[in-house]
């Protein structure tokens, strides 16, 4: 995965825009309070294509049938691992846990009800998921599920309300690698009182790769919706039958990650667009919001601005029908993160990570918005999330992990 076709055709956005405009979309993504005084100014970087698509109903078959949960358990204790990066920064990078293989995502939520608070959920390669606990000063990790496929990204979310916890849905192959071909597969794991529970939602023709939970249909009840590279967008609806697709909208390029926006989802795709689809009465609408040379590999979203993170190497942030890069890697990113981390006095930072093997946060200074390197790692990243773990309790920490299979916890001074 992870085409270079679009890199030559990537936009050099740094010798295009002028550096003013840069920062004030920087100052626009952090300061939600200028955000209003600068897009009433003139209009900043480029205007972008709208394209409407009528919604088209879904019509691949459900797959939804129960599949066994392997629930093969091995817990590991570890001793914890502070390691500095850059001591005059003050960042520490904790070592929850060394998997051994690939990883493709990390995700943070309660989703082990048996231990208080959050745990990090992480997907390997060879189709195990992870769930990894910090208690009494140690790092345990176990493997709640085997899935016969590769697990790409993962979203956690309370789609099971009348069990206890927090549900985990995974998107990847159905049988194989993402190099394979074949179909893809989205499985919901839970846990109830006798351990891991594991159900097929959904196959695909091709492999899924990206997920997010809930907001997303304007009907009652609870969804979940998928992307991937049969290019098309599925909600996925919890009926009285179980869950079923039930609505689609193509895309124009395979759905590499979504993020829930302004009451619906915004996909970002390997054709360079940023695809945003909602649910009306009458189906789905969508609409391109943003649009690049290089392929789109992550999104994140603070409730108005998008931030994306693009195969060139670019942190984009996309607002008011405006965008503009505030970071650029020298190789492909993987991680798009806004949340509010410690020592920043409550404002949500953006933060990266990539193939280059560095976390990176932009640090508000004096002179306008610096990258920071955070931690870095001996092997390409693959994902960058954050959220509040049990290791502290003043703030989220960043969570990363990649191809030498560690998952790196980033902790602010
Ligand atoms: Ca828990």
């Given at each position: 995965m992870g085409s270079s076709r679009n890199e030559c055709e990537?936009?050099?956005?740094?010798?295009?825009?002028?550096?003013?405009?840069?920062?004030?979309?920087?100052?626009?993504?952090?300061?939600?309070?200028?955000?209003?005084?600068?897009?009433?100014?003139?209009a900043l970087g480029q205007v972008n294509e709208t394209t409407?698509?009528?919604?088209?109903?879904?019509?691949?078959?459900?797959?939804?049938?129960?599949?066994?949960?392997?629930?093969?358990?091995?817990?590991?204790?570890?001793?914890?691992?502070?390691?500095?990066?850059?001591?005059?920064?003050?960042?520490?990078?904790h070592v929850a846990a060394e998997l051994g293989e690939k990883l493709g995502c990390v995700a943070v939520g309660d989703v082990d009800p048996t231990w208080p608070g959050n745990e990090i959920v992480a997907l390997g390669a060879s189709g195990s998921v992870y769930v990894i606990s910090f208690h009494?000063?140690?790092?345990?990790?176990?493997?709640?599920?085997?899935?016969?496929?590769?697990?790409?990204?993962?979203?956690?979310?309370?789609?099971?309300?009348?069990?206890?916890?927090?549900e985990i849905a995974v998107v990847g192959m159905a049988q194989g690698g993402e190099s394979d071909g074949g179909e893809g597969a989205a499985h919901l794991i839970s846990r109830d009182g006798?351990?891991?529970?594991?159900?097929?939602?959904?196959?695909?023709?091709?492999?899924?790769?990206?997920?997010?939970?809930g907001g997303l249909d304007p009907r009652p009840g609870?969804?979940?919706?998928?992307?991937?590279?049969?290019?098309?967008?599925?909600?996925?609806?919890?009926?009285?039958?179980?869950?079923?697709?039930?609505?689609?909208?193509?895309?124009?390029?395979?759905?590499?990650?979504?993020?829930?926006?302004?009451?619906?989802?915004?996909?970002?795709?390997?054709?360079?667009?940023?695809?945003?689809?909602?649910?009306?009465?009458a189906g789905w609408v969508s609409n391109v919001v943003d649009r690049d040379g290089a392929g789109r590999a992550r999104i994140a979203c603070d409730g108005e601005r998008l931030l994306v993170a693009g195969d060139d190497g670019a942190l984009v942030i996309v607002a008011g029908g405006t965008s503009g890069w505030v970071y650029k890697s020298n190789d492909k990113l993987r991680g798009?993160?806004?949340?509010?981390?410690?020592?920043?006095?409550?404002f949500p930072s953006l933060a990266t990570a990539g193939y280059d093997g560095q976390v990176v946060v932009m640090r508000y200074t004096r002179n306008?918005?610096?990258?920071?390197?955070?931690?870095?790692d001996s092997d390409r990243l693959h994902h960058l999330t954050a959220g509040q773990l049990p290791l502290r309790a003043d703030g989220n920490a960043l969570v990363t992990c990649g191809y030498s299979g560690r998952v790196l916890v980033v902790t602010a001074p």
């Open positions: 990537a936009k050099v956005l740094s010798e295009q825009q002028p550096t003013f405009r840069v920062r004030r979309l920087l100052l626009a993504a952090l300061m939600p309070c200028l955000a209003l005084s600068l897009a009433a100014g003139p409407e698509a009528s919604a088209s109903a879904a019509s691949a078959s459900a797959g939804a049938a129960e599949v066994e949960a392997v629930a093969e358990v091995e817990v590991v204790a570890e001793d914890p691992v502070d390691q500095e990066v850059d001591p005059a920064a003050g960042w520490s990078v009494d000063g140690v790092w345990t990790h176990e493997r709640a599920v085997q899935l016969p496929g590769e697990m790409i990204q993962c979203a956690v979310g309370d789609l099971l309300p009348e069990v206890a916890g927090l006798s351990g891991w529970r594991v159900e097929e939602l959904y196959r695909s023709p091709a492999l899924l790769h990206a997920v997010v939970i609870l969804d979940i919706l998928v992307a991937g590279f049969a290019e098309e967008a599925v909600a996925l609806v919890r009926g009285t039958e179980g869950w079923e697709p039930q609505d689609a909208v193509r895309l124009p390029g395979a759905g590499k990650a979504a993020v829930t926006y302004k009451g619906g989802a915004a996909i970002a795709c390997t054709d360079g667009s940023v695809v945003k689809v909602r649910g009306t009465s798009a993160v806004i949340s509010p981390l410690d020592g920043f006095n409550g306008g918005m610096q990258p920071l390197v955070v931690a870095t």
